[in-house]
Each structure stands twice: as structure tokens, then as C-alpha cells.
Nanobody
Framework: QVQLVESGGGLVQAGGSLKLSCVAS????????MGWFRQPPGKERVFVAG????????YYLNSVKGRFTISRDNAKNTVYLQMNSLKPEDTAVYYC??????????????WGQGTQVTVSS
């Protein structure tokens, strides 16, 4: 079973940047589509960004387009989320998710434990 471990969350001021990382176990990482999801306080988890196994195609939540960039390094079994121009409404627990099939938006089949991102105004 694939395990995912996120890191890189923290507290940042509005307008700042953070880069999240997610390392996956297993030898078939490039076979899986990967994504980032977030769960704001008191709300449901929602899709943020997705990427195909090869990294050749990406898809974003409209509100993060132009600010967030998802990428992956299959040699390192790692997927990243570069977050720029952060806003207080980006505050959430961010989860790395993997999926057996790429869809737009991505639907996660397995999850990491989450990392907190807090953006102060």
C-alpha cells in the first residue's frame, strides 16, 4: 500500500509563499496521478491541483490558478505544490492525494496525514 507523507506547511503572511512536498513510498509512483487537496476549518476537503503520472498535464482549482503550481519528480517519488501570493482564504489543512486514474478534478484514492497552512492578514 502506498504511503504519503507531507511536509512544508506553516504560518505565512498574506502575499507570501510556501512550498509543500509529499513523498510517496513504493516503486510505482509514476503510475499514479497525484494531487493536492485542502480542508479549511469547518468545511469539507476540496481539490486544489492535480498532475498526471508523467507530469505532462496539470489541472487547478480556479481560485488558485496563476498562484499555485503542482509538479512532481518521479525519481524522488515526490510531488510538490508551490504556493505564491497566498491569501487568508488559503488557510487549511493541505493533503497530498494519489489516484489510480487521472481525472479533472482529481479524486483521491489514498491520502497523507495533512499539513497545516495558515495565512495571516
Amino acid at each position: 500500500q502506498v504511503q504519503l507523507v507531507e511536509s512544508g506547511g506553516g504560518l505565512v503572511q498574506a502575499g507570501g509563499s510556501l512550498k509543500l512536498s509529499c513523498v510517496a513510498s513504493g516503486r510505482t509512483f509514476s503510475s499514479y496521478a497525484m494531487g493536492w487537496f485542502r480542508q479549511p476549518p469547518g468545511k469539507e476537503r476540496v481539490f486544489v491541483a492535480g498532475i498526471t503520472g508523467s507530469g505532462g498535464r496539470t489541472y487547478y482549482l480556479n481560485s488558485v490558478k496563476g498562484r499555485f503550481t503542482i509538479s512532481r519528480d518521479n525519481a524522488k517519488n515526490t510531488v510538490y505544490l508551490q504556493m505564491n501570493s497566498l491569501k487568508p482564504e488559503d488557510t487549511a489543512v493541505y493533503y497530498c492525494g494519489g489516484s489510480y486514474y487521472y481525472t479533472e478534478p482529481l479524486r483521491g484514492d489514498y491520502w497523507g496525514q495533512g499539513t497545516q497552512v495558515t495565512v495571516s492578514s
